[in-house]
């Protein structure tokens, strides 16, 4: 039996890595968009199967893995990449390895977790505590732990949905994307998708208020993949940024009304050598287009949404 059900874990936990790698080099949400299935469900299965085998194993001394030092020098090697990266991107700017490598190094974090999942059942077996445990209290705790884990989320992030969707049987899509990020920024996203090819290269502001969302690259990269982000500063547009390697600088006044630190509303506060300019009203529909240069004097406290086309 533990033998069909170790063969069984080990497919399933290949599956979610693999998923979870392919989402680290797009973003979170692409397989659920592209595919129509969140893969988050086979960690559930994964974790399920993996208690299952650990209490076995415990029970069956003679269980165990001759390929342990190969899932242990996997997860060291991920954990290396990931804290690689994450240094990289400190010391030069934030978005330099996904300029580089298009991967968000904070994607890889699901990849280092699951990968961490084979070596609990291979090595936890081991550990003198476990002899304090039954199989019986293990699968009382475990089942206790899902239960309430799922308790608490539907609580807390899905009520107000189900509530939604009751009251509005009729809503569309997007409709309901404006409920869940706010209809301001979900209009202007779609006004930027519908108004830049595909594989444009789109400066953004800095990621602080009052641009939580439109700042935020990988928030953003679900609503403009595959279209490649780079975030900008306020007043320049980067140490690292050249603006001639974008199509296109967003024209932000930002969606919220608070700002944070020394941040002000309206972006980009410096001047940019267009093609056009493209006005948008609140609704998301194209205001007008108006030829030249940005000159950020004369938008200067301005409340408008936008895109600059960059003149090459």
């Known amino acids: 039996m533990e033998s069909k059900l170790s063969y069984l874990f080990w497919i399933v936990w290949v599956l979610t890595l693999g998923l979870s790698l392919i989402e680290?080099?797009?973003?979170y949400g692409f397989i659920d968009k592209h595919i129509g299935f969140n893969y988050y469900s086979l960690i559930y299965i994964t974790v399920i199967l993996g208690?299952?085998?650990?209490?076995l194993r415990h029970f069956n001394k003679h269980a165990n893995s001759k390929k342990a030092d190969l899932y242990l020098h996997f997860f060291i090697v991920l954990s290396v990449i990931f804290a690689v990266l994450k240094v990289t991107n400190r010391v030069t700017h934030p978005n330099f390895v996904f300029s580089l490598l298009h991967l968000q190094p904070n994607n890889l974090f699901p990849s280092l977790l699951i990968s961490m999942i084979p070596l609990a059942?291979?090595?936890?077996?081991?550990?003198?505590?476990?002899?304090?445990?039954?199989?019986?209290?293990?699968?009382?705790l475990f089942t206790l732990s899902v239960i309430i884990l799922n308790i608490y989320k539907i609580y807390?992030?899905?009520?107000?949905?189900i509530r939604f969707i009751i009251n509005n049987p009729r809503a569309t899509y997007d409709d309901k994307m404006?409920?869940?990020?706010?209809?301001k920024f979900y209009n202007y996203s779609q006004f930027i998708n519908n108004n830049t090819p595909s594989d444009s290269m789109i400066l953004i502001p800095p990621q602080a208020f009052p641009w939580p969302q439109s700042g935020n690259g990988a928030f953003m990269r679900y609503f403009m993949y595959p279209r490649k982000l780079g975030n900008g500063d306020e007043f320049v547009p980067g140490e690292q940024v050249n603006i001639d390697d974008y199509d296109y600088v967003l024209l932000d006044w930002g969606e919220t009304d608070t700002v944070e630190d020394t941040y002000t509303h309206g972006w980009p506060k410096f001047d940019i050598s267009a093609e056009e300019i493209l006005l948008m009203n609140e609704d998301?529909?194209?205001s007008k287009i108006i030829s030249g240069d940005y000159i950020y004097e004369e938008y200067k406290d301005q409340k408008v949404w936008g895109l600059i086309k960059v003149k090459h």
């Open 24 to 27: 680290a080099f797009t973003y």
């Open 51 to 55: 208690v299952i085998l650990l209490i």
């Open 121 to 140: 059942v291979i090595y936890v077996p081991k550990m003198k505590y476990m002899n304090l445990f039954n199989k019986h209290k293990l699968i009382l």
């Open 284 to 286: 998301g529909t194209l």
């Open 178 to 183: 404006r409920r869940t990020v706010g209809s």
């Open 156 to 161: 807390k992030n899905e009520n107000w949905a």
